[in-house]
């Protein structure tokens, strides 16, 4: 099970631990966007202090409609106790949790102040 809290600014957050392939390891808070259908995405100083290896680029459609090229790194996650690789976009804002991640999951959320979210497996 993956814990995490809902902020004063309404945010859902889960703290995720990233391993680089240097296997320096990083704890971060991601915000959970279930508009995001990717698995995660991760600011740019975190990518080369994890010396990610880049996976090519691909077309994003924005929230406001926008369309934008975003380069691709493959990441290795700590996700309920396992490694797990998944494809992250870099990405100027702070690090998206996106549905593709959440897949196989059930999300509760207790969405009051300082509210608790839970991930639970469901395979």
Excluded: C
């Excluded at 990233?18 to 296997?23: A, C, D, L, T, W």
């Excluded at 690789?85 to 969405?111: F, K, T």
């Amino acid at each position: 099970m993956i814990t995490g809290k809902i902020t004063a600014n309404r945010e859902a957050i889960i703290e995720l631990e990233v391993i680089g392939s240097n296997q320096r390891r990083e704890k971060v808070e991601a915000v959970i966007d279930t508009g995001f259908n990717g698995y995660l995405t991760l600011p740019n100083n975190l990518i080369r202090y994890l010396n990610l290896q880049r996976a090519g680029s691909r077309h994003v459609t924005l929230g406001d409609g926008n369309v934008v090229v975003l380069d691709v790194y493959l990441a290795m996650v700590l996700w309920h106790g396992q490694q797990r690789e998944v494809l992250a976009l870099q990405a100027d804002s702070g690090p998206l949790i996106g549905m593709s991640m959440l897949y196989g999951n059930r999300v509760m959320l207790e969405v009051i102040g300082d509210g608790d979210v839970t991930i639970v497996s469901l395979l």
